[in-house]
């Protein structure tokens, strides 16, 4: 199949100073992800998992090698161009959902299209549609703490996916949840990549999200252990 | 800029309690700072308005050998000008005479004045209304000072122009209320023509007080001094004030901003998982930083708003009804009223607004530029950095 790459990973390595010596978190990855895949990367505590979905989100930058997004080479970025790719092509979703604790779940839905300079009134549109996808639309004004553990997900959710980015990284997403909620949860991911064709990287160790890849990766001691494809409708 | 002003505005309501006592402390030091400055620019008016109006007029032409300040120059410090010289001046003579108050001794400045003057405020206007040998005025402090009211004689011993002691009754026709000390306590207004001829000293005077009209020009053996040099003494008191009361509120506002700057290091460290909410959603480190600085600023913005609500209506009442001060207060030896109007310009206000948003600008940015030194990763797990 003839499918478009959109991230693309050489060599990749990832050092720590840690004390007066180093450690090695990531070491000579090669990977490539294309658009519309719905992947996971896997592995035990320490295995570099989320190290790898932190470069990969312009949130960190490799020791070694090169990590090309969007046709954008991370650790040539500025600052800025880093926080301009995040803002406008990569959605995230944190294990803890790191809601804005002051905003209702509006206004923490509308922050990423505040960034943007989207005009008011298709902000709201916006905001409201990605809030009835994810069904919290009665909870809008809601604030986070006033919200279960599956409805803040589902507001993180709506929050990464309301500026309609190519790419929404996922980092542990349903360890903080029980069976039924992260089942829902990632069923609306699941139907939000095969409806908006946004591309799922996961960082998980949990059997339930493994149900739903298309593509595992697993990884050990900061290596690509193996790269197995489930649905080979994304298969490289 | 304005996305940091909503979402300061925003994380600011939403911190609650620890906003509101923040924004309390810095509106009550907005409060103090502005009714002080406020008190001192009214002081500063009321004095200088008082001053020109009962004693200095547009200013003195004063004789060369004469200092209000020595009393030993009093004796030979005066002259006389012609009449062409006289144009928009009206004299005064200064001469030292002792009054017997219930048998004490009180040495006083014998000042003579021309009772059709109307330039001064002094109510001169009563000693043509007298038919008494020798009408006199005295301030509130020294009618009060000496237990003496209107209508009561006192006997006045002076010299004469041959050094020679004389002695009369004068009767006291009329007792003045001024904020002006130095025309006040130890003085006592007389008739000039009377004084002149009391001493012989005719057509004589220490100095002429000047109209607005008055065009000095070079006269030998006199120096002109206008309102604003013989203001001088008190320009450089309210100047000493200024720097003194500066100091109190500078440092109310250091403790205002010391809080702001305490909230700002705690912000910074207590919500390293926010900062790194913020820079994954596509902010960039110097954004958060505006942020933090704005919400630090905006303290200051809003202690101003309920600074308003607070101060305005009591700064309104000082303004029109005054603050009384015991009659003491004028023992400091300048003018200073019973009742004292403080003065609050807009100047003045925004000045201090200017001067406390900016400081607080200043102090919310400081520990904000941690920011962009931090690690998002890492901010992101909330690890200290």
Redesign the interface.
């Known amino acids: 199949m003839n499918q478009e790459t959109i991230i693309k990973i050489n060599n990749l390595t990832k050092r720590f100073p840690v004390g007066e010596g180093e450690f090695t978190a990531l070491k000579n990855i090669n990977l490539e992800f294309f658009k519309g895949e719905f992947s996971g990367l896997v592995g035990p505590s320490g295995s570099g998992k989320t190290t790898l979905l932190?470069i990969i989100?312009s949130?960190?930058s490799p020791t070694e090698g090169e990590a090309i997004v969007l046709g954008k080479q991370i650790s040539k970025l500025s600052?800025?161009e880093s926080?301009?790719l995040?803002?406008?092509h990569i959605g995230?979703i944190?294990q803890?959902y790191?809601l804005?604790?002051?905003?209702t779940v509006f206004?923490n839905v509308e922050?990423?299209l505040?960034?943007?300079?989207i005009p008011s009134e298709k902000r709201k549109k916006m905001v409201n549609d990605a809030l009835e996808w994810v069904g919290l639309s009665s909870m809008a004004n809601k604030k986070p703490d006033k919200l279960s553990g599956g409805e803040g997900q589902r507001v993180a959710i709506a929050?990464a996916m309301v500026k309609n980015p190519e790419i929404i990284i996922a980092d542990e997403p349903s360890a903080n949840l029980d069976a039924a909620n992260a089942h829902a949860i990632l069923k609306t991911m699941k139907q939000m990549n095969k409806e908006l064709g946004t591309t799922f990287i996961f960082s998980t160790h949990d059997e339930k999200v493994m149900g739903y890849l298309d593509r595992i990766i697993h990884l050990r001691d900061g290596m690509v252990e193996e790269d197995e494809i489930i649905n080979v409708n994304h298969a490289p | 800029m304005k996305l940091a002003f909503q979402l300061a505005y925003k994380n600011l309501i939403g911190a609650g309690l620890r906003t509101w006592l923040n924004v309390g402390v810095l509106a009550l030091s907005f409060i103090i700072i502005i009714f002080f400055r406020g008190f001192l620019e009214g002081w500063n008016h009321q004095a200088i308005r008082d001053n020109i109006e009962w004693e200095l007029g547009a200013g003195h032409l004063v004789h060369n050998g004469y200092d209000p300040y020595d009393p030993f120059s009093i004796l030979d410090g005066h002259g006389r000008l012609t009449q062409e010289q006289q144009v928009d001046l009206f004299p005064v003579l200064v001469r030292q005479a002792s009054l017997y108050p219930e048998g004490r001794m009180l040495s006083v400045a014998l000042k003579g004045i021309d009772g059709q003057q109307n330039l001064l405020e002094l109510p001169t206007a009563s000693f043509t209304s007298s038919n008494t040998k020798i009408p006199a005025i005295i301030g509130k402090n020294m009618a009060t000072s000496i237990d003496i009211k209107e209508g009561d004689e006192i006997l006045l011993r002076w010299r004469d122009k041959g050094g020679t002691f004389d002695a009369a009754n004068v009767t006291i026709v009329k007792i003045f209320s001024t904020n002006v000390i130095t025309v006040d306590k130890g003085q006592v207004w007389i008739p000039i023509q009377k004084l002149w001829e009391m001493t012989g000293l005719e057509n004589h005077a220490s100095y002429y007080v000047a109209n607005e009209n008055y065009t000095p020009s070079s006269l030998e053996g006199w120096n002109y001094k206008t309102k604003d040099d013989l203001l001088s003494d008190f320009y450089k008191l309210m100047e000493m004030e200024k720097i003194s009361t500066s100091f109190m509120y500078l440092l109310l506002l250091a403790i205002a901003l010391l809080a702001i700057f305490d909230t700002q290091v705690l912000s910074v460290f207590r919500r390293q998982k926010e900062i790194g909410t913020y820079i994954a959603l596509g902010m960039t480190r110097s954004q958060v930083v505006g942020l933090f600085t704005v919400e630090g600023t905006m303290y200051s913005l809003f202690a101003m708003i309920v600074g308003c609500i607070f101060g305005l209506p009591l700064f309104w009442y000082l303004h029109t009804s005054g603050i009384s001060f015991p009659d003491f207060y004028q023992d400091m030896g300048v003018s200073f009223p019973t009742r004292l109007f403080p003065s609050f310009g807009i100047q003045l206000i925004l000045t201090t607004i200017l001067l406390v948003v900016v400081s607080a600008a200043v102090v919310s940015y400081l520990p904000a530029r941690k920011i962009a030194k931090m690690n998002p990763v890492l901010a992101l797990k909330g690890k200290m950095q």
């Open positions: 932190n989100g949130l960190d600052h800025k926080a301009l995040r803002n406008k995230f944190f803890v790191n804005l604790p002051v905003y206004e922050f990423a505040l960034l943007q300079n929050r």
